[in-house]
């Protein structure tokens, strides 16, 4: 995994490697992260996972949202308890990257818990005004721009706190050219 991850980060200086939440996962995190590659622990389901990729160095944490909303647990709890925990420990610089959105009132939910970043399907970010249509509207205001990808789309840098909206597919970027 960590060689696999190395070579997948050379590719780009914005370039997250993923790894599951996982005992494998977390080494593959904590090696990455001592070579200063940027991780996204991912297929993250409980607040005791993130806390484990978080001292493990990862750069984001992905929980599902969606998936733990399916099993009958509260997906957005699980936000709210890794938000509280990073913000409990200064020394923590994991982002919250809140995956599986299914629906557009997730990715409000989302923000409002203290999630930095979504993943949106890009049908969301077209829709009507009554769902996302402020990501078109804000986007000739963001100081960094927007770009659509085909299959899923980050939504980044809290519209709570900055009103800063970015959208890139499948993974962050911090600029466009």
Same mark, same amino acid.
């Given at each position: 995994?960590?060689? !696999?991850?190395?070579? +997948? ?11 599951? @939440? $996982? &005992? ?10 001592? %070579? ?14 993130? +806390? ?31 938000? $509280? ?9 994991? !982002?919250? %990257? ?24 890009? !049908? ?5 005004? @009554?769902? +996302?249509?402020?990501?078109?509207? %804000? ?12 299959? @899923?789309?980050? &939504? +980044?840098?809290?519209?709570?706190? !900055? ?15």
């Amino acid at each position: 995994m960590i060689a !696999e991850g190395e070579r +997948l980060a050379d590719i780009a200086a914005n370039v997250a490697v993923k790894v599951p @939440s $996982t &005992w494998d996962g977390f080494r593959a995190c904590r090696a990455l992260n001592q %070579l200063g590659r940027k991780v996204n622990v991912t297929l993250c389901f409980s607040a005791n996972q993130a +806390l484990l990729a978080a001292k493990a160095g990862a750069t984001f944490i992905s929980p599902f949202v969606g998936r733990l909303d399916d099993l009958g647990l509260d997906g957005m709890e699980v936000i709210r308890e890794i938000r $509280t925990i990073c913000d409990n420990d200064k020394t923590f610089t994991t !982002e919250i %990257l809140a995956s599986s959105i299914r629906t557009p009132l997730h990715v409000k939910q989302a923000a409002i818990a203290g999630a930095h970043i979504a993943t949106v399907p890009p !049908e969301y970010s077209e829709t009507s005004p @009554s769902t +996302l249509s402020p990501i078109r509207a %804000l986007s000739p205001f963001s100081p960094i721009g927007v770009r659509r990808g085909k299959r @899923s789309c980050n &939504w +980044l840098r809290g519209i709570a706190r !900055e009103a800063s909206i970015i959208i890139a597919h499948n993974h962050r970027l911090n600029s466009f050219a």
